[in-house]
Every structure is written in C-alpha cells, then in structure tokens.
C-alpha cells in the first residue's frame, strides 16, 4: 500500500532534504523544470506545470511539533522551495 510508506521517515526525511536544498537537489529539481519549460514553450495545449505534487512539509516523525502547527510547512519549506524553483 502506497499509503502506508508515503508517511515513512525515510520518505519524509528525503522531502525535507528536498525542500531545504540540501546538496542542491532543489537547484537541481529547478533545472530539470527550467528545460521542460524550455522545450514545451511554445505549444498551445500545455496551461501550466505541477512543479510537486502532494508535498508534505518535513519528516513528522522527527519534527512533530512544528509539523502540525497551521502555515508551518507552507511559510518554513514549501514556498522557499517554491522561490528556487520559479
């Protein structure tokens, strides 16, 4: 079940590793979405891009506290993640 890894630690440790550009992986990710924008630019059927689908904001398991607290996720990695890849 999908499901059931999706709230693993290691999962959710590779997202936060994601969303803090640790390594440069959002640097990275950027610019795999960079070339893809690239070459589909001029088509007229494609309205826009799901940059992540589903992001979940750290690893739960390590940061409980802060990840439940309302705008935590969002306002600590989502849109800083979001910043480096726009």
């Keep these: 079940m999908f499901s059931k890894f ?5 999962v959710g440790r590779n997202f936060e590793s994601i969303l803090k550009n640790e390594n440069g992986v959002a640097d990275s990710f950027a610019l795999f979405w960079r070339r893809v924008a690239e070459r589909f630019k001029n088509e007229d059927n494609i309205l826009g891009y799901e940059i992540i689908n589903e992001p979940i904001s750290a690893n739960y398991q390590r940061s409980k506290i802060d990840f439940l607290w309302p705008g935590w996720g969002n306002n600590h990695l989502i849109m800083n993640f979001y910043k480096i890849v726009n």
């Design 6 to 10: 999706y709230l693993t630690s290691d």
